[in-house]
């Protein structure tokens, strides 16, 4: 049977020969906490609830004070130390690893009842020792890989918020918000690296994306309604579709194309300061043109094709009006306008009406378009031949993305066309030059005959694999 009388009787001696006897200073918080420690040692020693751990010492550190700690103290994380990333607690066996609540739950439990009862209760905590690491971490609020972690959690968080508002995003922005979240998790040392950004990036599958829409707040403000509006006009134009032959339900969209297909990017030296490169020709970079094709529901291509040119004055010279005249008699499913802008006006889309429209169809036709204010005059699709009058249904602003079929599916195949054959050009060397006017009306004529084939007509009736006719029906989104 141990005498605590005679354990404190000796450890005071042994205190005193080893570091003398200074009474004059008050016991620290510190001092008074160890000195519980040790007093419940002993009576647990005392009571036979615990046994002397061999890995268990009192050793003496640079600065003169008492500390308890481990023999092998050199892997130990100190408090302002932020290379340690989690807490593990090394015994000879095992490696444990605990969490800040996890290490509050001991805390608490030692404090009210006593190490016996944390045994008892918390069967990872082996040993005493991990008391006064627990403190340490409690006060620090938690490992640094906690925080670390914290940190990862809560900035793609923000970065999810603000993406799904639109907002532009940068490297610049997630260092910013990751070096705000640390300075509040109390993380001085972590600087945001490229690097780190660049594990972040990855780890959440971010990258770098060209913008290729701009859209006002007041859209994604009204984005349920813009949602509603389209789901509403599915509903009424599936009533209007019962009544009419797939092959008379129909869609157009106008589409524009710059006569020379333009890069922001080229190949070049890395570490080069600036990069310049030689515009072959600036108008032509500038300048464009429309197309606007037909599709109907049953997956036909409805010729011809209008083709809408940019002109000085808005209309051919002499010289280019014969020249345009030669090739369209040759390209018979292509009708060819001019303008100034290169852009559809008023005048032009009843001479579409009446050129194109009507002469291709034999019966009475639902035509789907957007709502574009230069076709929404009911007196430019005036038609004389009451057989073939044409039934209009425009589609809600700002939901033509969704639910318009060109928009959404068609003229992406086009433009694919459209680079393939300047590709095919450049690549082979061909002495051609696709930005004249001639060569723009063949091509567009070659690619509308083509994608007019029965070959491609399912090209048309799938998107992405849905039938295009449940896209029709809206089934597809809504």
């Given amino acids: 049977m141990i005498n605590p009388a005679h354990v404190v009787e000796h450890l005071v001696k042994l205190v005193r020969t080893r570091f003398g006897d200074d009474n004059q200073s008050p016991p620290t918080d510190e001092e008074r906490e160890l000195a519980n420690h040790l007093f ?12 002397l751990e061999t890995d268990w010492t009192l050793t003496h550190d640079t ?8 023999e092998d103290n050199e892997d130990e994380p100190s408090q302002n130390s932020q ?27 030692y404090d009210k009842h006593g190490w016996g009862r944390v045994q008892k209760r918390f069967k990872r905590v082996k040993y ?17 890989a906690e925080k670390l972690q914290k940190l990862h959690i809560e900035l793609f968080e923000k970065f999810s918020i603000l993406l799904m508002k639109r907002e532009i995003i940068h490297d610049f922005d997630l260092k910013r918000w990751a070096l705000q979240m640390a300075k509040e998790l109390n993380l001085p040392q972590f600087k945001a690296s490229d690097a780190w950004i660049l594990i972040f990036k990855k780890s ?11 859209v006002t707040k007041t859209c994604l403000q009204n984005a349920e309604v813009i949602a509603q509006s389209a789901r509403n006009f599915v509903e009424s134009a599936q009533v209007k579709m019962e009544i009419y032959h797939h092959d008379n339900i129909l869609n157009t969209d106008q589409s524009g194309f710059n006569y020379l297909l333009k890069s922001n990017r080229m190949l070049s030296v890395k570490g080069e300061k600036s990069t310049s490169a030689v515009k072959e020709s600036k108008n032509k970079q500038t300048h464009s043109y429309t197309i606007q094709p037909i599709v109907s529901m049953s997956g036909k ?32 499913n292509v009708i060819i306008f001019c303008s100034k802008s290169g852009k559809l006006q008023k005048p032009l889309v009843k001479l579409w009406a009446n050129e194109i429209l009507y002469k291709s169809s034999e019966f009475k036709s ?8 230069g076709q929404t005059d009911n007196e430019l699709f005036l038609c004389e031949d009451q057989d073939k009058e044409c039934e209009r249904m425009y589609i809600p602003e700002n939901t033509t993305d969704k639910i318009q079929p060109l928009d959404v599916y068609g003229f992406r195949q086009w433009k694919i066309c459209v680079r393939k054959m300047f590709s095919h050009v450049i690549l082979n060397q061909i002495g051609t030059d696709l930005t004249s006017r001639i060569n723009i009306i063949t091509m567009h004529s070659l690619i509308h005959n083509q994608l007019a084939a029965n070959i ?17 029906r809206g089934l597809s989104l809504f």
């Fill in 128 to 144: 005493r020792k991990y008391i006064y690491r627990f403190r340490d971490y409690v006060q620090q609020n938690g490992t640094n």
């Fill in 63 to 70: 600065d003169g004070h008492d500390t308890v700690e481990e």
């Fill in 456 to 472: 491609f007509r399912n090209m048309w009736l799938y998107m992405h694999g849905t039938n295009l006719d449940i896209f029709w």
């Fill in 366 to 373: 639902l035509l789907l378009l957007d709502s574009w204010t």
């Fill in 301 to 332: 291509l409805i010729s011809a094709l209008l083709i809408c040119l940019q002109e000085q004055d808005g209309k051919f010279g002499k010289i280019v009006q014969k020249s345009v005249s030669e090739v369209a008699a040759k390209c018979k």
């Fill in 40 to 51: 419940e040692i002993i009576i647990e020693l005392d009571n036979g609830t615990a046994v």
């Fill in 204 to 214: 959440h599958n971010i990258v770098s994306r060209k913008i290729t829409k701009f």
């Fill in 83 to 109: 290379e340690w990333e989690t807490l593990s607690l090394v015994t000879e066996s095992s490696t444990e690893n605990f969490t800040l609540d996890y290490m509050k739950s001991v805390l608490e439990c």
